[in-house]
């Protein structure tokens, strides 16, 4: 586990809880004022679609962001082989947010907004609205990659009004 002195120490910085409820105010606030038990239930109630659906390397580095998973939960997702395939990796990858608790849940349901929004829509019910200004261009991507405020400027000189969410989502879904 993340917290244990045993793995903090390979890190350079220790594993810090995640962020507040005031720091995920991005979060659609009906679900943020879900409680933590319903807002697992909910996910736990999709948990095969999920597994199957989700590619957790394209989760990962917003969970990182979110600080609700360290890097060595990361490394472990992503590489560990005791997880012969993605589904074992996505179902690992919750089992830990769900030790993370009510932050977990959100960052993990917020994640899906960017990434699956049929899922998002499937797990919560609700459309996702995504707001593409608040990526952050810090998250990893191909060399070359246009993110966060870049990625809308560009798309704003460049396409016709109606096509900057589209083309938006499309540049964060190639990652």
């Known amino acids: 586990m993340a917290g244990s002195p045993a793995l903090t120490t390979l890190c350079r910085r220790p594993f810090r809880p995640g962020p507040s409820m005031a720091e995920l105010h991005?979060?659609?606030?009906?679900?943020?004022?879900?409680?933590?038990?319903?807002?697992?239930?909910?996910?736990?109630?999709?948990?095969?679609?999920?597994?199957?659906?989700?590619?957790?390397?394209?989760?990962?580095?917003y969970l990182r962001q979110a600080k609700v998973l360290g890097q060595l939960d990361e490394e472990e997702v992503l590489h560990s082989p005791r997880f012969t395939n993605s589904a074992m990796r996505v179902g690992h990858l919750l089992d830990l947010l769900r030790a993370r608790g009510k932050n977990g849940a959100l960052a993990f349901l917020e994640s899906l907004k960017f990434h699956n929004p049929?899922?998002?829509?499937?797990?919560?019910?609700?459309?996702?609205?995504?707001?593409?200004?608040?990526?952050?261009?810090?998250?990893?991507?191909?060399?070359?990659a246009v993110l966060g405020w870049?990625?809308?400027?560009?798309?704003?000189?460049?396409?016709?009004?109606?096509?900057?969410?589209?083309?938006?989502?499309c540049l964060c879904s190639a990652r």
Request: glycine fraction near 4%; charge should be negative; proline fraction near 8%.
């Open 26 to 61: 991005r979060t659609h606030s009906s679900l943020a004022a879900l409680d933590e038990e319903t807002l697992w239930e909910m996910t736990e109630s999709h948990r095969h679609r999920i597994v199957r659906s989700i590619c957790p390397s394209r989760l990962t580095p």
């Open 118 to 144: 049929d899922v998002y829509t499937l797990v919560t019910g609700l459309q996702p609205d995504v707001d593409f200004s608040t990526f952050s261009e810090e998250l990893p991507g191909p060399p070359g």
């Open 150 to 169: 870049q990625a809308q400027s560009w798309a704003q000189q460049c396409l016709p009004e109606g096509a900057v969410q589209t083309a938006a989502l």
